[in-house]
């Protein structure tokens, strides 16, 4: 199956750092790749939907200008995690299908984030 | 928007049957997904339902009514490895991203 790759799989940053979170497709090419988060023991939250070559298109709730998403290339989505808390620490995972019409969705490993 | 309702928590045994059922609120229907996640890991898809009925792969198989906007996945010879999280998930309006239920932990005892 198509495999997406997420890095890294956990960090560690200080209250006000920030944090990048990389997402790759690996042997397929997305041209929309797809942010959740993740608090333990509930569900996968959509935070956004990241567009190759234009802005990401935001969940309502979800603060654009603290998690910054770019998806440069058909194979990369990063999302940054500006001016991170405490309350921002969670499992962020992204996903990504082959094609708009498949039916399956492939998630990266997840980012478990800590923020001190 | 879309919402979708499932039980939070099913217990049942090795070798055992279990059904997880889904029920669902959209503006638009595109189908039912079904997707496990073990602790700490990344969920993996499991079926997918877009005309009513059944749909079986293995010991896994998944039942859609769409006019009933219910749907399930059952489970059967239950093995320890399957406890986990299982989601089922719809696409959004759009059509693009999945959205999912609250999940519903499987516990399987020996």
């Known amino acids: 199956g198509a495999v997406v790759s997420q890095h890294p799989s956990w960090v560690i940053c200080k209250s006000g750092t920030s944090v990048k979170i990389e997402c790759r497709s690996l042997?397929?090419?997305?041209?929309?790749m797809f942010w959740y988060r993740q608090f333990p023991k509930q569900s996968l939250m959509l935070m956004a939907t990241?567009?190759?070559?234009?802005?990401?298109?935001?969940e309502q709730g979800v603060e654009k200008d603290k998690f910054l998403i770019n998806h440069a290339s058909l194979t990369l989505s990063t999302l940054t995690v500006t001016s991170a808390h405490p309350e921002d620490s969670s499992f962020y995972i992204c996903s990504a299908r082959r094609d708009r019409g498949d039916t399956e969705a492939f998630f990266g490993q997840g980012t478990r984030l800590t923020v001190v | 928007g879309q919402s979708l309702e499932q039980p939070s928590e099913v217990t049942a045994v090795e070798g055992a049957i279990v059904q997880i059922n889904c029920t669902y609120q959209t503006s638009g229907f595109y189908g039912l997904s079904w997707y496990q996640q073990h602790d700490g890991g990344a969920p993996t898809f499991l079926s997918y339902n877009a005309l009513d009925g059944l749909e079986e792969t293995g010991r896994f198989s998944s039942f859609l009514s769409r006019s009933d906007s219910y749907g399930y996945l059952l489970l059967q010879e239950l093995q320890m490895k399957d406890s986990a999280s299982y989601f089922c998930a719809v696409l959004n309006q759009a059509g693009t991203a999945l959205i999912f239920g609250k999940g519903t932990t499987l516990s399987v005892s020996s």
């Open positions: 042997d397929f090419q997305a041209t929309t």
């Open positions: 990241s567009n190759e070559g234009s802005k990401a298109t935001y």
